[in-house]
């Protein structure tokens, strides 16, 4: 099915609605955004004397709700110019104007009788052949086409955005009967390719995938909860990060998606799934009847399973307790297993340690895991043909790091099997089936390549976007190189690709010993290079303990090699004779920023967080950052226009720490190049895309750039007008003294020194330059200070 969506209509303007039509503002798409009228005017209408006449009063629940959402945290859009392609209208009036589009998204409340008056209007207006989907989480979708034509029943299906929809990857698929196969495969593309998805195909059963088995996860966890005499804050450090699960981990989940809804996906299930072996764990709990009885339903209601104060000493968060249901101070439970296995940096390996430990954490992985796996055994066929669409869909929507089947995999399917009768919990009948036949695994890789066993041919098959996809810890078999840090793999197609594990995937000596040695062998043997990783960031920059360790110990000349390796690294990615392709997802800073800048082209997931931060630890980039910042400013000088303002522009940039809150904000902060540098929706196609990158570069004849001994910078007269800048923030009390001393050393460097007048000069002057004022604020008490303080806390200190 050939189609182009251009312009899509929203229906229903609430949190859901508005959000969904952001996040295709975002991508370039036309929005019309549709609500109800109000009934009548509000109290500051009626002043002005506006009646229901007025577009001002009609459209005031659309408008009041974009702008709400807009202001939220975390943004719902890319940029701020993003919302021009958004225009609102109200259903009495406007209704008609979804006839120039080509994609109608229903989002009103969750009342069957009204969604299905809203698409009787709808199919009063929209032309043949236009989509028309439901979001919903708990309406059967084959419901809503009750008295609809053939033609709306064939391009009807639902398609379930997870909230925020920005953030969170995954959308369902849900067709009914009437579904023309045509019209689901183009949505399951362009959800894809487009939208930036993990598109999964459901079947029409309650609450579809993702939530029948992550609200049967939170359920059955508050259960073992009460049998096991465990607290909401020992709970939430059990399943959290230290399993490659979100930092919200249950109780918090629970708050920010709201006590009220998680209780109502559980009562739906309850209700409408006679036949679920589980059924019982979906029944509420007490202490869960208590807290709504209570109205205490999470962030909506500003208190929940936990609740925020401001006291004496700033904001506190505390904990609700079940028992005496009343408030405290948040504890910090520790159990012996998690804290032996929180210096594990392999997830995979972390996650089999602690299941097989001793201790009350050990005891309850057990018990989870053992109802997780048999839960989600039973669940094939009923809510999916395939374990890779459950496996997926806890991926993409609930944010787990590894999927259930896939854990199951990593524990040992046939040992964990008997471990799970052995509690009473019992696999499907597929599973021993599986077994007996001597397959002991749910998937498999052969030669890159993810393969899942299919339960109806007993047989594997090629995991869909397999061959299209390129996972990195797939590639095993094709490392050509490796350090204790690094792997260099063979991507095919004469292309390598370098990954690094360390925590946080920080850069230290290894990473770059790494990055030089794969540029060494892509020169000599390969087309090209891409730099990227299947890591949660792609770096968070350099390894601000070895920095705090050598210049604490005063071992300058050390440090000072560092900082040169590091010059030397991001330059040898600049001016390598193959091209070098840089691949940067989520956090992307300092260290990882720099070579991102010194990259022939940078293809950046759209949920790319990048920037300098440097001087939020008391240092100055001193990886190639500044100086790379002061040449991109030299070659925005352009005559007619006043020379200091691109330098300023810059300056403020690395001055105030500036990180991008999208790859898309990158542009406007001049880390990416527009018309150079790309941005790759699905965070899945990345590391592809690096690639096909690379191979265009190469087809087109790449051959090496010169070093730059053109950089136009501006000396004296600059340098007096940015330290007089500087001056007035630190007399007006914005910065600090320590601030303005590392303000004023970062615009000696972009200016190129005290020079007399606009001068001419090498990339390695500025490196010079850049490097001495890092030594010499590395030697600042106050540096060692802030340096210390994010070891320690995470955060920077102001001093």
């Known amino acids: 099915m050939k189609r182009h969506i251009n312009k899509i209509a929203v229906l229903g303007s609430g949190v859901m609605g508005s959000r969904i039509a952001c996040h295709f503002a975002g991508i370039g798409v036309q929005v019309l955004l549709l609500d109800i009228a109000p009934k009548e005017p509000n109290a500051a209408e009626q002043a002005k004397k506006l009646t229901l006449d007025s577009p001002v009063v009609k459209n005031r629940i659309v408008n009041e709700a974009l702008q709400s959402v807009l202001k939220s945290n975390p943004s719902p859009v890319f940029t701020k110019d993003v919302v021009k392609r958004i225009q609102t209208g109200n259903f009495t009036d406007d209704m008609p104007r979804i006839a120039d589009c080509d994609w109608v998204i229903e989002v009103v409340v969750e009342n069957l009788d009204i969604k299905r008056s809203v698409f009787e209007q709808v199919e009063k207006y929209r032309k043949p052949g236009t989509f028309i989907t439901s979001n919903t989480s708990g309406i059967p979708i084959h419901l809503m086409t009750e008295g609809r034509s053939d033609d709306f029943k064939k391009y009807f299906c639902g398609t379930h955005f ?90 918090r989940t629970a708050d920010v998606v709201g006590i009220d809804t998680l209780v109502k996906v559980a009562k739906g299930v309850a209700d409408n799934c006679p036949q679920d072996e589980a059924r019982k764990i979906f029944e509420i709990p007490p202490f869960l009847q208590k807290v709504v009885e209570n109205n205490w339903l999470g962030d909506k209601t500003g208190q929940g399973f936990y609740k925020k104060t401001k006291g004496e000493g700033g904001k506190e968060i505390l904990t609700l307790n079940l028992q005496t249901m009343e408030y405290g101070p948040k504890q910090r439970p520790k159990f012996g297993s998690i804290e032996a296995a929180k210096p594990i940096e392999d997830l995979k390996q972390r996650i089999r340690m602690l299941n097989a430990a001793t201790d009350k954490a050990g005891q309850f992985y057990q018990l989870f895991h053992a109802q997780l796996f048999s839960y989600i055994s039973h669940r094939i066929p009923e809510i999916a043909d395939d374990i890779y669409k459950v496996d997926d869909a806890m991926k993409a929507g609930f944010g787990w790091e590894i999927g259930a089947f896939e854990t199951w995999d990593l524990l040992g399917v046939e040992a964990t099997v008997k471990a799970m009768e052995e509690k009473g919990f019992a696999p499907a009948a597929w599973v021993k089936d599986m077994l007996a036949k001597g397959i002991k695994s749910f998937y498999k890789v052969e030669n890159g390549k993810k393969y899942y066993y299919e339960v109806v041919t007993q047989a594997y098959k090629l995991v869909p976007g397999a061959d299209t996809f390129i996972i990195l810890e797939n590639l095993s078999n094709n490392i050509v190189w490796k350090n204790s840090a690094c792997n260099l793999y063979d991507l095919g197609d004469g292309v390598v690709g370098l990954d690094w594990k360390t925590k946080m995937n920080t850069i230290g000596g290894e990473v770059l010993e790494g990055v030089n040695k794969a540029i060494d ?45 590091f010059q030397k690294t991001t330059m040898r990615i600049r001016y390598s004779s193959v091209p070098v392709v840089l691949a940067p997802h989520a956090l992307t800073l300092g260290g990882g920023c720099e070579m991102c800048l010194h990259a022939d082209k940078v293809q950046a997931a759209a949920e790319t967080y990048i920037g300098l931060v440097e001087l939020g630890v008391g240092l100055i980039p001193g990886g190639g950052g500044t100086k790379e910042m002061a040449v991109r400013a030299s070659d925005e000088f352009k005559e007619g226009r006043i020379e200091e303002e691109p330098l300023k522009d810059r300056f403020m940039t690395v001055a105030m720490a500036k990180v991008a809150t999208a790859a898309h904000e990158a542009y406007d902060l001049g880390i990416l190049r527009p018309g150079k540098d790309e941005i790759t929706m699905n965070l899945s196609r990345l590391i592809a895309d690096a690639k096909r990158s690379v191979i265009t570069l190469a087809d087109e004849g790449y051959t090496r750039p010169q070093e730059r001994k053109d950089v136009k910078v501006l000396g004296r007269t600059a340098l007096g007008a940015l330290l007089a800048g500087i001056n007035a923030m630190q007399v007006g009390k914005y910065i600090s003294a320590h601030d303005a001393k590392i303000g004023a050393k970062l615009a000696y460097v972009m200016c190129g020194g005290d020079l007399s007048e606009t001068s001419l000069v090498s990339e390695q002057y500025l490196l010079d330059l850049e490097r001495e004022a890092f030594l010499s604020l590395a030697a600042e008490r106050k540096t060692l200070e802030r340096l210390q303080s994010v070891i320690k806390t995470g955060k920077p200190i102001r001093n």
């Open 521 to 565: 062998r892509a020169e000599k043997d390969f087309r090209g290079l891409v730099i990227g990783n299947d890591g949660t960031n792609f770096s968070a920059g350099a390894n601000v303990g070895m920095i705090f360790m050598l210049a604490a110990e005063q071992e300058y000349d050390e440090l000072d090699m560092a900082v040169r390796l």
């Open 162 to 251: 997870f909230n925020p929809p920005r953030y969170l990857r995954l959308l369902e698929i849900i067709p009914t009967p009437h579904t023309d196969p045509e019209v689901i495969d183009f949505l399951m593309h362009y959800g894809d390719l487009y939208l930036g998805k993990t598109t999964v195909l459901c079947k029409d059963t309650p609450a579809f995938i993702a939530n029948r088995i992550g609200v049967f996860s939170i359920m059955a966890i508050f259960h073992i909860m009460q049998e096991m005499g465990l607290s909401i804050d020992e709970i939430d450090v059990l399943t959290g990060p230290v399993i490659g699960r979100p930092k919200s981990a249950t109780f």
